[in-house]
């Protein structure tokens, strides 16, 4: 049973460019969280979907969007990179909004330079 | 909004017990999680506290009491894998999903 799978792993970007991450859910999971985690801190929540919409928005420009796939799969999009987005990011997975349990992937090493 | 705070170091030895604090201020409340992550990787569920009282699981137990907005994780028998950084995150109470995270507690067990 695959868990949470992200890719790519790393990634390098410049300044100015869009970048997209990937996230699969666990197997049976249906809802997906993403959350960017800067060195030394703590996870920050960005948005979920569930049902391919965004049900959920944290403290994030609208430079970051998303979206959700009929598989349940999703992709994270940031436009116009910043300095300050370089970050881990996170995807979690959990069955329904109201899971008490969110298994997280691995991530996606972002440097922006 | 949600505010959590958390030592940010601790140092304990190998085969000991350590308490690792978690104090949050929230605007909603639906169950306070710990959570463990080791250098790169993912962070992994370690406990979930709704009630007040302890949990215990094996070599770790959670405590809460939300009258005081007070979370501690314990860890006994310390083995030098436990070294890590352990996350207080506050689970918001309209949707399950989205977690407030503390800045994590790095754990360093030495021999």
Partial sequence: DAGVTQSPTHLIKTRGQQVTLRCSPKSGHDTVSWYQQALGQGPQFIFQYYEEEERQRGNFPDRFSGHQFPNYSSELNVNALLLGDSALYLCASSLGTTSLEAFFGQGTRLTVV | ?111
């Fill in chain 2, 1 to 111: 909004g949600q505010n959590i705070d958390q030592p940010t170091e601790m140092t304990a030895t190998e085969g000991a017990i350590v308490q690792i604090n978690c104090t949050y201020q929230t605007s909603g409340f639906n169950g306070l999680f710990w959570y463990q992550q080791h250098a790169g990787e993912a962070p992994t569920f370690l406990s979930y506290n709704v009630l007040d009282g302890l949990e215990e699981k094996g070599r770790f137990s959670s405590f809460l009491s939300r009258s005081k907005g007070y979370s501690y994780l314990l860890l006994k028998e310390l083995q030098m894998k436990d070294s890590a950084s352990y996350l207080c995150a506050v689970r918001d109470n309209t949707n399950a999903g989205k977690s407030t995270f503390g800045d994590g507690t790095t754990l360093t067990v030495k021999p």
